[in-house]
């Protein structure tokens, strides 16, 4: 089972932009999507955005439509959050996931269909 290792986090201020990549190491399967999560402290972890690389559909929550977009390099095995805008309700600890199983993937955190998951990177947002 591969690994995915975040990096891009760190601190803005308000209406600023961040990117944040996720490069997976292992061998992408035939069937996979990848996805971003966020946790804000004392709340619950909520997806953000969704990619399926091999068709290059996505799928973004409604509180960032407009504002974050996913991408892949498929060279690479890396999947990006650009993130625009940015509002200090976006502060979170952003987690890159992974379904390497099938394409099965939405914006919930279902342990069941995410089977990797990165060990967050932190993206602070100051009004």
């Known amino acids: 089972q591969g690994q995915l290792v975040e990096s891009g986090g760190g601190s803005v201020q308000a209406g600023g932009s961040l990117r944040l990549s996720c490069a997976a190491s292992?061998?992408?399967?035939?069937?996979?999507?990848m996805g971003w999560f966020r946790q804000a402290p004392g709340k619950e972890r909520e997806g953000v955005a969704v990619i399926w690389p091999r068709t290059g559909n996505t799928l973004h929550a409604n509180s960032v439509k407009g504002r974050f977009t996913i991408s892949q390099d498929n060279a690479y095995n890396i999947v990006y959050l650009q993130m625009d805008s940015l509002k200090s309700d976006d502060s979170a600890m952003y987690y890159c996931?992974?379904?390497?199983?099938?394409?099965?993937?939405?914006?919930?955190?279902?342990?069941?269909?995410?089977?990797?998951w990165g060990q967050g990177t932190q993206v602070t947002v100051s009004s």
């Open positions: 292992q061998y992408m399967p035939s069937r996979y999507c």
């Open positions: 996931t992974a379904n390497f199983r099938s394409d099965s993937c939405g914006l919930a955190p279902r342990l069941d269909i995410y089977n990797v």
